[in-house]
């Protein structure tokens, strides 16, 4: 949504931040001249939830959205909630390390070899999903 919305780099009051390399985060009331240049600087994150048990500490409009979610997508959160997950918090924004690509001959055909370091938590199907289009070939 925060995609769509084209919001999901800009931070509003009431966003769940996160300090970078920790999954320790605070709510920021109010975004002010320090909150942008520690997000600028790479030291916080913009976050945004990972569904289990609990609330969401967002505020404000970002709070709002965040507890949509067990409404528009009920039998999803329901299910994470029912099988023991509590709700954790991820960074919207991965930074990728150490990437590296390149294509390999096999017989007829080429594979594109793609390489990166992620932090501890963040999937590389994510990545791998931003980076190419697995629709298939009609």
């Known amino acids: 949504t ?16 996160m300090l970078a390399g ?9 975004i002010d001249e320090t909150i942008q240049q520690r997000l600028s600087s790479g030291d916080v994150l913009i976050s945004g939830p990972m569904w289990g ?3 969401s500490p967002a505020t404000g409009e970002i709070g709002k959205l ?5 409404i528009e997508f009920a039998e999803i959160c329901a299910g994470l909630v029912g099988a023991g997950l509590r709700q954790e918090r991820r960074p919207l924004q991965l930074n990728l390390a150490d990437l590296q690509w390149h294509w390999q001959e096999q017989e007829q055909e080429q594979d594109l070899i793609v390489e990166f370091s992620l932090p ?8 791998l999903r931003e980076l ?7």
């Open 2 to 17: 925060r995609v769509k919305q084209g919001n999901w780099q800009t931070p509003q009051a009431g966003e769940v931040m």
């Open 22 to 30: 920790s999954r320790s985060f605070f709510v920021a009331d109010e």
């Open 53 to 55: 048990e609990g609330d």
């Open 66 to 70: 965040e507890n949509q979610l067990p």
């Open 120 to 127: 501890s938590g963040a999937f590389a199907t994510s990545v």
């Open 132 to 138: 190419a289009d697995w629709r298939p070939q009609a």
